[in-house]
């Protein structure tokens, strides 16, 4: 039996195919951030920086802190749960991802607006001798 030779016209779209799919696969694969929020005790900065009722991004340390209430402290990841982008904005209340546009409560971390479906993850966080150290 002799072996009929691969069509161009397969070969073709077999190579698009291929293509296509390694570009929807790298297209939400982060943003080119792939660490989270640190681990280990990391000083933020002065605890007073941080309104009451608001929150502060520290976007080099991938962490969001809120302030609740007065004296109450809050962390969170800055890493977007739905693609792995680095939050870009804290308004107010809220936590914006500029990636994809998901949206979250930074008193609380919970998702406002997709397509993330899950929460920001929590970071521990306290107050050492004014400053904030999260980890």
Known sequence: MTEQPTCRRTL???????GVA????TACSG????SSAPTSPTELGAADQIPVGGAKLFRDDKVVVAQPSKGTYKGF?????????VVDNVEGTVIS???HGSRFNALTGA???GPAASPLP???V??????????
């Open 12 to 18: 073709l779209q077999g190579a698009a195919l291929a």
């Open 22 to 25: 390694g570009l929807g696969l």
């Open 31 to 34: 943003g080119g951030t792939s």
């Open 77 to 85: 990841s800055a890493v977007c749960t739905h693609a792995g982008c």
């Open 97 to 99: 991802c500029p990636c």
């Open 111 to 113: 998702v406002e607006q």
């Open 122 to 124: 929590e970071v521990a």
């Open 126 to 135: 306290r107050v050492q001798g004014g400053k904030l150290v999260a980890g």
